[in-house]
């Protein structure tokens, strides 16, 4: 069994669903911080500012409330004032991990027209992007530094103005992940039928992005609507290759038919969904014999007429029809892995048989080996089938015949 388990106790099938969501799923925009508090890291980012400015002393990061707003809130991130304005300071974001797009929004200076520069740096000290802009006139820049199609490679970033005096940085987002994952449940097949336990087999994976969960939940086809899932178990690791993601013990539910939904996750906030059906087995099959009736008189071809079946016939394996004198031993008559609904199950020939007491038996077996057994006394009879001879040597056939052997003075042919 696969991953690490977080908690719980799963019409349409193979169908993968992408559920869209933000690239980018980290995006702060320092609302939940207090003003003057001093903020070093949040979220796989450090904040600093760069060693050595303002003669030898640092400001520290410090989240304001800036004069002229922010693009949302009303709080962002800033650098303490330097020494105490014209030193060189430099906002520096360091990421944890490799990033492909960075974007965050920069405010506009106490004083307009001061120029500003934005540079980002490769893990190897390299620059990868370099702006320069003046800010003022109320205008927040939007800075976007990477593109959907780069590899991971920015690693720092750093902001600084010719003043020591500007607003701030605000709505900071990264960790760019542009595809959902993967979810896929390769078995069991649609309508397949199940037995006490099923085992699903599949692929849960986040190719180019950091994994978040995935989860297996059940639901009955004929649920009325708005019905909730039931999570049979979820898990925090990725599978990335077929293999066996899930096993479901089916003691807790009843006969029928049931979806299962895979949904995975990643650490943005993409999902992707695979769905199918299968059938649940519990009810034993179904034999229902319309002909002949117990205890019926019959000769000759006799039709065994009626159904032999199994829910919708997903789960039914076989049936077996057998004769034998009433307390004797049973010869097989004919075995069929056809459902048979209103219609004939099986022809018996009784034309050589001696008259006497026989029993019809039907055994019907499904795929999870439930099955239905059920047995019709009959009375073998040839006369009950009329005469075809001419026995009182009239010179015809007719009704005489029959009751010349009904009373025992002659036999039909």
Same mark, same amino acid.
């Given at each position: 069994m ?12 193979g169908?993968? !669903?992408?559920?869209? $969501?933000?690239?980018? @799923?980290?995006?702060i925009?320092?609302?939940?911080y207090?003003?003057? =508090?001093?903020?070093?890291?949040v979220?796989?980012?450090? /904040?600093?500012?760069e060693?050595g400015? @303002?003669?030898?002393?640092t %400001?520290q %990061?410090v989240i304001?409330t800036p004069t ?5 809130g009303?709080?962002?991130?800033? !650098? =303490? $004032? ?16 490799l =990033?492909?797009?960075?974007t965050?929004?920069?405010g ?15 893990n190897?000290? #390299? ?28 690693r720092?970033?750093?902001?600084e103005s010719?003043?020591?005096l500007?607003?701030?940085i605000?709505?900071l $987002? /990264?960790?760019?992940d542009?595809?959902p994952?993967? *979810?896929?449940?390769?078995? %069991? ?14 692929i849960?994976c986040?190719e ?9 939940e059940y639901?009955?086809?004929? *649920? ?6 039931t999570?049979?178990?979820s ?8 293999s ?7 003691? *807790?539910?009843s006969?029928?038919t049931y979806? !299962?939904?895979l949904?995975v996750?990643?650490?943005c906030g993409l #999902?992707s969904?695979d ?9 034993p ?12 008189a ?5 039709q ?10 997903h ?17 097989l !008559? ?9 219609g004939?199950? #099986?022809?018996?020939?009784?034309a050589?048989l001696p008259s ?11 795929? @999870?080996?439930?099955?239905?057994v059920?047995?019709i ?9 009329g005469?075809?001879a001419?026995?009182d040597?009239?010179g ?10 009904? *009373? ?6």
């Amino acid at each position: 069994m696969k991953h690490t388990w977080i908690g719980g106790l799963a019409a349409v099938a193979g169908i993968g !669903l992408a559920t869209p $969501a933000s690239g980018q @799923c980290t995006t702060i925009d320092f609302e939940d911080y207090s003003v003057g =508090q001093v903020v070093t890291s949040v979220s796989g980012v450090t /904040f600093s500012a760069e060693p050595g400015s @303002c003669g030898g002393g640092t %400001p520290q %990061p410090v989240i304001v409330t800036p004069t002229t707003g922010t693009s949302s809130g009303t709080r962002a991130l800033s !650098l =303490q $004032a330097g020494c105490p304005d014209f030193s060189p300071d430099k906002l520096r974001l360091v990421f944890s991990d490799l =990033q492909r797009l960075v974007t965050f929004t920069l405010g506009e200076p106490v004083s307009p027209g001061v120029q500003f520069s934005v540079r980002a740096y490769s893990n190897f000290g #390299a620059l990868v992007y370099s702006r320069m802009m003046s800010c003022g006139g109320g205008v927040f820049h939007y800075i976007r530094i990477g593109h959907e199609s780069w590899g991971p490679t920015i690693r720092r970033v750093e902001i600084e103005s010719t003043i020591g005096l500007f607003e701030g940085i605000d709505d900071l $987002a /990264f960790d760019y992940d542009p595809t959902p994952p993967t *979810a896929l449940i390769d078995a %069991p097949p649609y309508l397949s039928c199940e037995c006490d336990v099923v085992t699903v087999r599949g692929i849960a994976c986040d190719e180019d992005g950091e994994y978040g969960s995935d989860r297996l939940e059940y639901r009955r086809v004929n *649920a009325d609507p708005g019905t909730p899932w039931t999570l049979i178990n979820s898990y925090t690791t990725p599978v990335c290759t077929l293999s066996s993601l899930y096993t479901w013990n089916t003691s *807790a539910v009843s006969h029928g038919t049931y979806f !299962l939904r895979l949904t995975v996750e990643n650490a943005c906030g993409l #999902a992707s969904t695979d769905i199918t059906t299968v059938v649940v087995d519990k009810a034993p099959p179904t034999v229902a014999i319309e002909s002949p009736q117990p205890s019926a008189a019959v000769c000759g071809e006799v039709q065994i007429l009626g159904t032999v079946s199994e829910g919708c016939g997903h789960c039914f394996d076989e049936y077996v029809v057998e004769v034998a004198p009433m307390g004797g031993s049973y010869s097989l !008559l004919m075995t069929s892995s056809e459902v048979v609904i209103n219609g004939i199950v #099986a022809t018996w020939d009784t034309a050589t048989l001696p008259s006497g007491d026989y029993v019809i038996r039907i055994t019907a077996v499904d795929d @999870c080996g439930n099955d239905t057994v059920r047995t019709i006394p009959v009375i073998v009879d040839p006369a009950v089938c009329g005469c075809d001879a001419d026995v009182d040597g009239d010179g015809d056939v007719d009704f005489t015949d029959l009751l010349t052997v009904l *009373a025992g003075w002659g036999t039909c042919s």
